[in-house]
């Protein structure tokens, strides 16, 4: 089997609260193999975005990586000192955020914050790191590029501005790129473009692609691989038909159906009962069980381990096949 | 930009004119100057001829549309102490001031800037504990205690700078400054620091909050996301940001560090315009306590004019147009 760009194994984010030590990320694994578009999915809260923050070694305090292993290349992440961390954000990773108002600041010209990007990792002359931005902005179809470098960020609509963001976090050709929900303060129309824009960029650059969200229609239409979080754990992980359209867990299933779709017009939209738990109080066993409609008394007791078929694994003692063939 | 500029000008002339009839009624009725000027034994007749001669005789009203007139004429009256333009013993004690105000001014930002900005990057720190608790002090020790604190240490007790008075003073464009010998800027250096610190003190506190505001924001994630160093991302992101509220509220404290540098002034027996307003006022001198008002008032308006123009070139969001 091919070698992944990314792997997380078995990786665990706490942060110290004054309820407690919050497992916000509790044992993720996740490979991302090269030129790969992973859809990583969940509610609020589910440490989808947390995972991204520690790939990229952003975890602040009180927040802190508690063990597990990030492998970017052949290269152990965790543990690195924060200088030799900087030397591949940007150039090995990076990542662009959910709001394109305060990712760029307000204060500097998009040239400035472009060409220091280039600068703080290779050793070119002002006009060479110039010249490279307006490519860069080119690329992602902004008009009149030179134009544009010379302006605030508050000049540009939401969506130039998300662009902007792209070209710079593309700029040093990174190997994997995370983008945590960048669409979702944008127009749908806009969304869509976005979409396929990074897509392509990401295709053309050979650059894994880990899309962050907690839109299931966007990740069916660009992913080829799908983690569902939940609570911090990856319940279901797998290629992205089969998870789609054939979902193991009860809580990929759940989300499945509280998703209007065109199909089912008319009906009742189905909605998971409850809310996602208070990550300093989880409940024992299995985090999704009170909220679950499948959920049996051994669901209470232990947290199920991996169950994998040969597209994908889940976390489930009764997944949701099984329990429609039993009936 | 224009218009932005002349309905500025408008506003600050209102400003003046009114500030000018409130400083007149108000000085107008406080003592009568002659009980002091004139010789304790000086009779009636004598009395009144000082009286004749300063205009004193002459009703309110009169007094004052004179007054309106020839300050209108550019002449705010003649010291009755020195029997000079009062306008004229302002402008000659005004650079001593200027000088103490900028020194002071450039000590705030020096010492307040860094101190503030690391207490907000480190706040649990015990430095930037520290350096808050001394913000505290700076803020509530007064500021002529302060000044006498440093005299008994730095002047009497250790010997290593002067307790008051101007240093020598070289001419720069015919106006004397002494801030560019080592001998004059001695001393400057105790008097500027008493004045610095209360101001110093709110540096601390803006740069903080602003710094701990800025490094929460996505854009200083996203820098670091983008693999900058952590000393370009303090001192061009954050730094950038955070000095929008400092030059505000440093520029408006600028026209009064100018304007109430009286307590410092009067410590140090520095020979600024401060100095010569506390003596303009026991020897109730009316003209120079008006005129001192005036420049007071005209430098203030001067000041926040500039402090916008500043404020439009740190903030691009900001843009000096009326709203459309």
């Known amino acids: 089997m091919r070698k992944p760009v990314l792997s997380l194994h078995d990786l665990k984010v706490e942060f110290g609260t004054r309820q407690g030590v919050v497992k916000a990320v509790d044992g993720v694994s996740l490979d991302v193999h090269a030129g790969e578009v992973v859809g990583l999915v969940g509610e609020s809260g589910s440490g989808k975005s947390v995972t991204g923050?520690?790939?990229?070694?952003?975890?602040?305090?009180?927040?802190?990586?508690?063990?597990?292993s990030i492998n970017l290349d052949g290269q152990e992440l965790i543990g690195l000192p924060d200088s030799e961390l900087r030397r591949l954000r940007g150039p090995s990773m990076a990542m662009i955020f959910q709001d394109p108002m305060t990712t760029l600041n307000p204060v500097l010209r998009i040239d400035t914050q472009m060409i220091e990007t280039i600068r703080a990792?290779?050793?070119?002359?002002?006009?060479?790191?110039?010249?490279?931005?307006?490519?860069?902005?080119r690329r992602v179809g902004i008009p009149s590029p030179a134009e544009r470098l010379l302006t605030y960020p508050h000049q540009l609509s939401g969506g130039m501005r998300q662009r902007v963001a792209i070209a710079i976090a593309l700029l040093m050709n990174p190997k994997v790129l995370i983008a945590d929900e960048p669409t979702t303060a944008l127009d749908v129309t806009i969304q869509s473009q976005i979409l396929a824009e990074v897509q392509q960029l990401c295709a053309e650059m050979g650059t894994s692609l880990i899309w962050i969200t907690h839109d299931l229609a966007v990740v069916a239409g660009l992913a080829d691989r799908i983690a569902v979080m939940y609570a911090g754990r990856v319940v279901e992980e797998g290629d992205v038909d089969p998870v789609l359209d054939d979902p193991r867990h009860p809580y990929t299933y759940g989300l499945l159906g509280?998703?209007?779709?065109?199909?089912?017009?008319?009906?009742k939209l189905a909605q998971i009962p409850g809310m996602t738990p208070s990550l300093a109080n989880l409940p024992k066993g299995c985090a999704f069980a009170p909220r679950c409609v499948f959920a049996a008394?051994?669901?209470?007791?232990?947290?199920?381990?991996?169950?994998?078929?040969?597209?994908?694994?889940?976390?489930?003692?009764?997944?949701?096949h099984a329990r429609e063939a039993a009936q | 930009m224009l218009a932005y500029l002349i309905r500025r000008i408008g506003q600050a002339l209102l400003v003046i004119a009114a500030m000018a009839t409130i400083v007149f009624l108000s000085i107008y009725a406080v003592g009568n100057p002659v009980d002091i000027l004139a010789n304790p034994n000086a009779d009636a007749k004598e009395m009144a001829e000082i009286s004749a001669r300063l205009g004193l005789d002459k009703p309110l009203w009169e007094q004052f549309g004179?007054?309106?007139?020839?300050?209108?004429?550019?002449?705010?009256?003649?010291?009755?102490?020195?029997?000079?333009?009062?306008?004229?013993?302002?402008?000659?004690?005004?650079?001593?001031?200027?000088?103490?105000?900028?020194?002071?001014?450039?000590?705030?930002?020096?010492?307040?800037?860094?101190?503030?900005?690391?207490?907000?990057?480190?706040?649990?720190a015990w430095s930037s504990r520290a350096i808050m608790s001394g913000s505290i002090l700076g803020f509530s020790l007064p500021n002529f205690w302060i000044g006498l604190m440093l005299i008994l240490l730095f002047a009497v007790q250790l010997k290593w700078l002067p307790s008051g008075g101007r240093g020598p003073t070289t001419d720069v464009f015919g106006i004397p400054v002494s801030f560019l010998t080592w001998e004059g800027l001695r001393y400057l250096l105790l008097p500027a620091f008493t004045l610095a610190l209360y101001k110093a003190?709110?540096?601390?506190?803006?740069?903080?909050?602003?710094?701990?505001?800025?490094?929460?924001?996505?854009?200083?994630?996203?820098?670091?996301?983008?693999?900058?160093?952590?000393?370009?991302?303090?001192?061009?992101?954050?730094?950038?940001?955070?000095?929008?509220?400092?030059?505000?509220?440093?520029?408006?404290?600028?026209?009064?560090?100018?304007?109430?540098?009286?307590v410092t002034e009067t410590v140090f027996a520095y020979p600024g315009m401060g100095k010569l307003l506390i003596d303009?006022?026991?020897?109730?001198?009316?003209?120079?306590?008006?005129?001192?008002?005036?420049m007071v008032v005209v430098i203030f308006v001067v000041i926040n004019l500039i402090v916008d123009l500043l404020y439009a070139a740190l903030d691009p969001r900001v843009r000096l147009q009326e709203a459309e």
């Open chain 1, 53 to 68: 923050l520690a790939i990229l070694g952003l975890i602040d305090p009180p927040g802190r990586i508690a063990s597990g």
């Open chain 1, 121 to 137: 990792h290779e050793n070119v002359s002002e006009k060479a790191a110039r010249d490279r931005a307006e490519a860069a902005l």
């Open chain 1, 258 to 267: 509280s998703a209007p779709s065109r199909n089912r017009r008319g009906e």
């Open chain 1, 297 to 320: 008394d051994d669901c209470k007791v232990a947290s199920p381990g991996l169950t994998r078929d040969h597209t994908r694994t889940w976390r489930c003692f009764h997944p949701v």
């Open chain 2, 66 to 124: 004179l007054f309106v007139w020839n300050a209108l004429h550019g002449d705010l009256g003649r010291s009755f102490v020195f029997n000079e333009p009062a306008l004229k013993l302002i402008i000659q004690r005004m650079p001593a001031t200027l000088e103490l105000a900028f020194v002071a001014l450039i000590m705030s930002i020096v010492i307040g800037i860094p101190l503030g900005v690391w207490s907000g990057l480190k706040p649990d």
């Open chain 2, 201 to 262: 003190a709110l540096v601390v506190r803006l740069s903080r909050s602003g710094t701990r505001e800025a490094v929460l924001q996505d854009y200083v994630r996203f820098a670091r996301a983008k693999g900058l160093s952590p000393t370009r991302i303090v001192l061009v992101h954050v730094l950038k940001n955070i000095m929008i509220p400092v030059v505000t509220i440093l520029g408006l404290e600028l026209g009064s560090m100018i304007a109430f540098a009286v």
């Open chain 2, 280 to 294: 303009s006022i026991g020897r109730l001198d009316r003209p120079v306590i008006v005129a001192y008002l005036m």
